[in-house]
């Protein structure tokens, strides 16, 4: 990174996934369900593809970018499945259930002691962002979280894991921690963490399934703060991590509702996160006042009033409004904007259009500039 390339947090910014191009859905869909290309050939189309969207970000103004997630089906599985014990498989009555929808029948499985490889092949997908762009290189990648809630018991097959909860929550954190590290060896400043089971376990349905496993959701929010504070607390001081939760992104539909008052403290006060990307453009989310919570300093929230699942633009005057809002509970110079969520947090994508989305890049950046005078 150039030594005069500013640095982040920025006032503009965006969560990390893009809308497939047409051609990268095709020759994905001829890579793995038809079986008639090869990977090489899969490779050079999803590296011109990646060109364009870094292009397309530093048009738009911004000045962190990401490669749109476009080597992914999923916004967490491909990162887990990649982690040595760890496997996605197909199995009938899998998937997710959203409003009115679910995703295809993956399910993640442990199948041996955690670890993270070093030859994660995310790693090499940050180096071709950061080879490919002027600006800062950034990658998204799920929390400790994703694995510890997005796993059943019955689907783990280390004992140790089923019967300690600790060495579990332990053996997550340890991966995570060499994660940190191998990111920052292969030249990662930005980290992203898409921890949204911290947002998933305000709603108070998801509270009473967590209650009927046996588990106390409050004591999952602190397990979770605590396994990223120390998968993170060793990392440079030049490397900023950022963390963003939603309620759910697949097809412009959701899992979960519920204001952030549950899990406010747990995620501003003892995760030790720097920048905070939090859901805010529907009533879903509640109010602004755990804001409150985030303490005097140098951490950042962008709340996510633009969001990605309707085409409709925000007004920038009433962004501005929303904005006012917000100052009541924490200072302006600690605010920044960005979109609620990614435009694809699947591959599937959500139903807007291509030129929907560089709309909305393009408000982000001009509220930005906006309110701060630039991002």
Known sequence: MPATLSKPPYRAD???SFLRPDALKA?????????RLSAEDLGRIEDEAI?????????????AVTDGEFRRAWWHFDFMGMLDGLDIVQREGGGIQFHGVATRADVPVITGPLSFPPDHPMLEHFRFVAAHTSVTPKISIPGPSAIHFRIAESDIAVPEY?????AYF???TATYKAAVAAFYAAGCRYLQMDDIFFAYLCDPKIREQRKARGEDPDWLIER????????????PDDMLIGMHMCRGNF???????????PAADAVFNQTDVDIYFMEYDTERAGGLEPLRLLPKGKQRVLPG???TKTAELEDIDDLRRKFDAASQFVSLDQLGIAPQCGFASTEEGNAITMDDQRRKLDLVVRTAESIWGGV
């Open 14 to 16: 965006i969560v990390g």
């Open 27 to 35: 020759a994905r869909k001829a890579r793995f369900e038809d079986k």
């Open 51 to 63: 060109i364009e969207v870094i292009r397309m970000q530093e048009q738009a103004g911004l000045k």
């Open 162 to 166: 089923k019967h300690d909860a600790e």
């Open 170 to 172: 332990e053996a997550i």
């Open 224 to 235: 979770y703060a605590w396994m990223m504070h120390d998968a993170i607390k060793d990392r």
């Open 251 to 261: 097809r412009s539909t959701w899992v979960a509702e519920g204001a952030y008052d």
């Open 305 to 307: 009033f633009i969001t």
